[in-house]
């Protein structure tokens, strides 16, 4: 009986479908175990990470089928995830996954929306860091409440020195800031800046980490392809306002990642409205309305949101921590972190192809 059970439930499983890939379990090899033993089903899923915004759903769609098989029967359903491929990769090795933001041009929001994502992943559960390399602007100190900081320094065992990136909010930040002054980034030229822009990726020790977001200097420059084509990127968000001035910069972001083979996860499009806070039902296109989406649409990108423009999280950028851990339950930071589940969703994706495909190169 119990091996016609377990059977049961392995076929019931495997039936399911993953809401973010579309795959069934089977397709995806997900049901690794199936244990009947004292009253108790135990079931071990693996599947394709990062598995930190899907786990709870996964695991109460599962757990509802097996309901269905064995009513009243006590459940306990683990979800971890399948072990990633990185191709031996030398540069940042212990970090699954490296999501570039970006934007065609400066004033948009991107490090707002960078270090936001962030904030948001990290209070799902993944290790999460920031590696600030908007050079001539860097804003991830100021986000993260860490202006004035310098890199710690210590001497392994072999007498080389460790520098370490700082953390505030349980996220690993580093900055161009905590190296230069802004003056001082604003007059070195671009081989000195590749050098100092080097040591954050190649010589500071980030540890393990699910996601590393990278805040790019905006534009679409030689700096911009450089670090694209020499950093493992997993993917790329796009940020823009609705204008079409931004939008078509957009165009431009587009073309830079396509033409360096880096996977766009999507477009976000920040400021796109005003809620006044004595009118929450109504919203006010200040600079236009439609634009981000549009434009996913011409070059068929996944459009990711629309984040209002609001002026608490101004505050909260200004003031060191990020809105969505300041206000985890206000409206602003639903919309982010709907954001950032498509975001999580997307590298799901992309980290499937790998995983069907190991002996194709996805990015550079």
Same mark, same amino acid.
């Given at each position: 009986?119990?091996?016609?059970?377990?059977?049961?439930?392995?076929?019931?499983?495997?039936?399911?479908?993953?809401?973010?890939?579309?795959?069934?379990?089977?397709?995806?090899?997900?049901?690794?175990?199936?244990?009947?033993?004292?009253?108790?089903?135990?079931?071990?899923?693996?599947?394709?990470?990062?598995?930190?915004?899907?786990?709870?759903?996964?695991?109460?769609?599962?757990?509802?089928?097996?309901?269905?098989?064995?009513?009243?029967?006590?459940?306990?359903?683990?979800? /971890?995830?399948?072990? @990633?491929?990185?191709?031996?990769? *030398? =540069?940042?090795?212990?970090?699954?996954? +490296? &999501?570039?933001?970006?934007?065609?041009?400066?004033?948009?929001?991107?490090?707002?929306?960078?270090?936001?994502?962030?904030?948001?992943?990290?209070?799902?559960?993944?290790?999460?860091?920031?590696?600030?390399?908007?050079?001539?602007?860097?804003?991830?100190?100021?986000?993260?409440?860490?202006?004035?900081?310098?890199?710690?320094?210590?001497?392994?065992?072999?007498?080389?020195?460790?520098?370490?990136?700082?953390?505030?909010?349980?996220?690993?930040?580093?900055?161009?800031?905590?190296?230069?002054?802004?003056?001082?980034?604003?007059?070195?030229?671009?081989?000195?800046?590749?050098?100092?822009?080097?040591?954050?990726?190649?010589?500071?020790?980030?540890?393990?980490?699910?996601?590393?977001?990278?805040?790019?200097?905006?534009? /679409?420059?030689?700096? @911009?392809?450089?670090?694209?084509? *020499? =950093?493992?990127?997993?993917?790329?968000? +796009? &940020?823009?306002?609705?204008?079409?001035?931004?939008?078509?910069?957009?165009?431009?972001?587009?073309?830079?990642?396509?033409?360096?083979?880096?996977?766009?996860?999507?477009?976000?499009?920040?400021?796109?409205?005003?809620?006044?806070?004595?009118?929450?039902?109504?919203?006010?296109?200040?600079?236009?309305?439609?634009?981000?989406?549009?434009?996913?649409?011409?070059?068929?990108?996944?459009?990711?949101?629309?984040?209002?423009?609001?002026?608490?999280?101004?505050?909260?950028?200004?003031?060191?921590?990020?809105?969505?851990?300041?206000?985890?339950?206000?409206?602003?930071?639903?919309?982010?972190?709907?954001?950032?589940?498509?975001?999580?969703?997307?590298?799901?994706?992309?980290?499937?192809?790998?995983?069907?495909?190991?002996?194709?190169?996805?990015?550079?």
């Amino acid at each position: 009986m119990s091996n016609n059970l377990e059977n049961d439930i392995k076929q019931t499983l495997n039936s399911l479908i993953d809401p973010d890939l579309g795959k069934s379990f089977c397709d995806l090899e997900a049901v690794k175990q199936v244990i009947i033993k004292d009253g108790i089903i135990k079931v071990n899923l693996e599947m394709i990470g990062p598995v930190h915004w899907v786990a709870e759903s996964v695991c109460k769609m599962s757990a509802d089928a097996i309901g269905k098989i064995a009513p009243g029967v006590e459940t306990e359903i683990v979800c /971890t995830e399948k072990e @990633q491929d990185n191709g031996g990769r *030398k =540069i940042l090795p212990k970090v699954k996954n +490296i &999501v570039a933001v970006a934007s065609g041009k400066g004033g948009v929001g991107k490090s707002a929306v960078a270090s936001n994502l962030a904030a948001a992943l990290s209070l799902q559960g993944a290790t999460v860091g920031v590696l600030d390399g908007d050079i001539y602007g860097p804003s991830q100190p100021t986000m993260f409440g860490l202006v004035g900081g310098s890199f710690d320094a210590v001497d392994d065992e072999n007498g080389n020195s460790i520098a370490f990136p700082l953390e505030s909010h349980g996220i690993k930040v580093a900055s161009m800031g905590f190296l230069l002054n802004r003056d001082d980034a604003a007059i070195i030229r671009g081989p000195m800046l590749a050098g100092y822009f080097s040591l954050l990726f190649e010589q500071l020790e980030w540890g393990e980490l699910d996601f590393l977001i990278f805040d790019l200097p905006p534009g /679409t420059g030689d700096i @911009q392809l450089t670090m694209t084509q *020499k =950093i493992p990127m997993t993917g790329a968000v +796009i &940020v823009t306002t609705p204008q079409e001035i931004s939008v078509s910069d957009v165009r431009r972001s587009i073309a830079m990642f396509r033409k360096v083979n880096v996977d766009i996860l999507g477009i976000v499009e920040n400021m796109a409205y005003f809620v006044p806070p004595d009118m929450t039902d109504k919203k006010y296109y200040i600079f236009g309305q439609g634009g981000g989406k549009k434009v996913a649409t011409e070059s068929d990108i996944s459009f990711l949101g629309e984040i209002p423009l609001n002026m608490e999280m101004r505050e909260a950028n200004d003031g060191g921590t990020p809105i969505v851990i300041k206000d985890e339950k206000g409206y602003q930071s639903e919309v982010i972190r709907e954001i950032t589940a498509k975001v999580v969703a997307q590298v799901r994706r992309h980290n499937l192809i790998i995983w069907e495909n190991p002996n194709v190169e996805i990015s550079i």
